[in-house]
């Protein structure tokens, strides 16, 4: 057998025992396996999809607890998924191409796009700072964490600077 797909396959049977493992821990026991961040290299090694089976199988309700960890696993597995297109040659990686002078013409969409989500996604951000500060509904991690993955990363981290929002929670540092 190749040996990448090897690895793969033994890099996901070990992430879904780590998490079951952990799971069960929790559950019955009251205690963890591993520490949060160690268990999501797991799905950073190419581990995502025994990850995310762990979670369909053991852990289906999404809360403030794991939804970084489904967050890290989702990207895990799309990361992951290129490597692989790429290194079996469905996907042509031309780095060439990637390294030539660009047209900045043509990223001006681009520019803009990433300035406005960035500008959505600090807004965002400021307004849950302000309601957890007074009381009032807050805005699920979820929905920050997709706007930070949907281009508006440096208005989140530049409003958790700023404001002083979510510094302290390990996932969106």
Same mark, same amino acid.
């Given at each position: ?13 070990v992430?879904f ?6 799971f069960?821990?929790?559950k019955f ?24 089976l ?6 289906r309700?999404?809360v403030k607890d794991n939804?970084?960890?489904?967050f890290?696993a989702?990207l895990? +597995?799309?990361v992951?998924? %290129?490597? /692989? $297109?790429c290194?079996? =040659?469905?996907?042509?990686?031309d780095v060439? *191409?990637l390294l ?7 990223l001006?969409p ?5 300035l406005?989500?960035?500008?959505v996604?600090?807004c ?5 700072k ?5 009381g009032?509904w807050? +805005?699920?991690e979820?929905? %920050?964490? /997709? $706007?930070?993955?949907? =281009?508006?990363?440096l208005g989140?981290f530049? *409003? ?8 302290r ?5």
């Amino acid at each position: 057998m190749d040996p990448y797909l090897m690895y793969l396959l033994a890099v996901n049977a070990v992430a879904f025992l780590a998490f079951t493992i952990d799971f069960l821990l929790y559950k019955f026991a009251d205690r963890e396996l591993v520490d949060h961040r160690v268990l999501s290299l797991f799905a950073v090694a190419g581990g995502g999809v025994g990850t995310l089976l762990a979670f369909l199988l053991w852990d289906r309700h999404v809360v403030k607890d794991n939804v970084a960890w489904r967050f890290i696993a989702v990207l895990g +597995v799309i990361v992951w998924a %290129l490597v /692989t $297109l790429c290194a079996y =040659g469905v996907v042509r990686l031309d780095v060439e *191409a990637l390294l030539a002078p660009l047209d900045l013409a043509s990223l001006s969409p681009v520019g803009i796009y990433v300035l406005a989500m960035s500008a959505v996604t600090f807004c965002v951000f400021v307004y849950d700072k302000w309601q957890a500060e007074h009381g009032g509904w807050r +805005v699920r991690e979820f929905v %920050l964490l /997709t $706007l930070s993955l949907l =281009g508006g990363a440096l208005g989140g981290f530049l *409003a958790m600077h700023l404001v002083r929002h979510k510094t302290r929670v390990f996932y969106f540092s």
